[in-house]
């Protein structure tokens, strides 16, 4: 079983709908959980950071974080064109402050 | 403010040749990273720099990898000898604190021939 794990679709969304993105991770006791978005030949750009329980909301953008069921997950409010990136789960765990990053899932936003 | 910058872009080498790849992080984040990509697979860490000193290097591969990072500022990864395997993207990311956020630079393609 891998620690991180995420469809790797691609997940094709029409543009204006939501897109939901989940992650399941295997480490209980994790402690930070991010989302990276990737454009292709680019470099991950930070653009969630979840650390508790519940819902975060950053603009279009809202992580969703379930320790118990080790599940997070990023909606996208409004998709864009401009969101068609891959985007990868990242986790680190108590007292490791490497990331352990899913596979990552490739989204396409529909005019 | 300056993002994380790495050197070169794109490096192509022979096998059995060294390279050396550098990283600036962001002005004044004390903990540096390394990751890597290989085609098709996730991305894996490497090591963690705080400051000057190995935090973190479970991730390295095998002494054929050598990160340093002197007076705790810039760092290099030098692969000697490199191997065919060792072809991919190697990323760099840094932050303020420990378990904080995590900000890559614009990666490394390394492609071994």
């Known amino acids: 079983q891998k620690e991180v794990e995420q469809n790797s679709g691609p997940l094709s969304v029409p543009e204006g709908a939501i897109a939901s993105l989940n992650c399941t991770y295997s480490?209980?006791?994790?402690?930070?959980f991010f989302w990276y978005r990737q454009y292709s030949g680019k470099s991950p750009e930070l653009i969630m950071s979840i650390y508790s329980n519940g819902d975060k909301e950053d603009g279009r953008f809202t992580a969703q974080l379930n320790k118990a069921s080790q599940y997070v997950s990023l909606l996208i409010r409004d998709s864009q064109p401009s969101d068609s990136a891959t985007y990868l789960c990242a986790v680190s765990g108590q007292g490791a402050q490497k990331l352990v990053f899913g596979q990552g899932t490739r989204l396409t936003i529909n005019p | 403010e300056a993002g994380v910058t790495q050197f070169p872009s794109h490096s192509v080498i022979e096998k059995g040749q060294t390279v050396t790849l550098r990283c600036d992080p962001i002005s004044g984040h004390d903990n540096l990273y390394w990751y890597r990509r290989v085609m098709g697979k996730e991305i894996k860490f490497l090591l963690h720099f705080v400051k000057e000193s190995k935090q973190d290097e479970s991730g390295m591969p095998n002494n054929r990898f050598l990160a340093e990072r002197t007076g705790g500022t810039y760092s290099t990864l030098k692969v000697q000898p490199a191997e065919l395997e060792d072809s991919g993207v190697y990323f760099c990311?840094?932050?303020?604190?420990?378990?904080?956020?995590?900000?890559f630079g614009p990666g490394t393609r390394l492609t071994v021939t």
């Open positions: 990311a840094s932050s303020q604190g420990q378990g904080t956020e995590q900000y």
């Open positions: 480490d209980r006791v994790s402690q930070s």
